[in-house]
């Protein structure tokens, strides 16, 4: 139990264009998703928190309009990226916490998407 | 902020050797620390979650022990394989995200 799929797994865009990232909870509802950034060789660092039918809460130094976060139901968020440029190019990944059925204060990470922009 | 620190940043050892790797944080007002496993372009696979009442886990191989008042947590692995061979993150969950440590890169050499 516990899955977190996301999807994409890579994807390669033009300069300019928008990307769309998915994330589900499979078999739990996710009360919180997370969104994090892995630069090569760096830690992952959080970029925003989003909790379902409420605004995301975005990291010191995020563009919130850049990066689009939409929590519309418990098992999916999507995080938009917006005109992307070169310096997006990462690797994004996501996680789910629910705060019921024996899964609290746990994180279930999903498998990443590699994102390159051209 | 919470600051985490893994040492060492890169090790490399024969096959058969145990070894340890090195977590630290500096507030120690944590919920739990979690070891993840990841692979070159891959996500994380989680290996043990230590809740912040608890004192170490256990998992095959792996022991992570957690010393919550010095800022300290320990990942022992025994018998290494090459199939080790990864990267080990530590992640402390002190308020609602997890903050990590830049990851130790194991490699395992036959």
């Known amino acids: 139990g516990a899955v977190v799929s996301q999807h994409p797994s890579r994807v390669i865009c033009k300069s300019g264009t928008s990307v769309k990232i998915e994330c589900r909870s499979l078999?739990?509802?996710?009360?919180?998703m997370f969104w994090y950034r892995q630069f090569p060789k760096q830690s992952l660092m959080l970029m925003a928190t989003s909790n379902e039918g409420s605004k995301a809460t975005y990291e010191q130094g995020v563009e919130k309009d850049k990066f689009l976060i939409n929590h519309a139901s418990l098992t999916l968020s999507t995080l938009t990226v917006t005109s992307a440029h070169p310096e997006d190019s990462s690797f994004y990944i996501c996680s789910a916490e629910s705060r019921t059925g024996g899964l609290e204060n746990e994180q279930f990470f999903g498998p990443g998407t590699r994102l390159t922009v051209l | 902020k919470q600051e985490v620190t893994q040492i060492p940043a890169a090790l490399s050892v024969p096959e058969g050797e145990n070894l340890v790797l090195n977590c630290s944080f500096t507030?120690?007002?944590?919920?739990?620390l979690q070891w993840f496993r990841q692979d070159p372009g891959k996500g994380l696979t989680s290996l043990l979650l230590i809740q912040s009442s608890q004192r170490e886990q256990t998992s095959g191989r792996l022991n992570a022990s957690l010393d919550k008042s010095s800022g300290r947590s320990t990942l022992y692995i025994a018998a290494s394989q090459p199939g080790d061979s990864a990267t080990y993150l530590c992640a402390v969950a002190g308020g609602y995200a997890l903050n990590f440590g830049k990851g130790t890169s194991l490699l395992v050499t036959p």
């Open positions: 507030d120690s007002a944590i919920y739990n």
């Open positions: 078999d739990f509802q996710a009360t919180t």
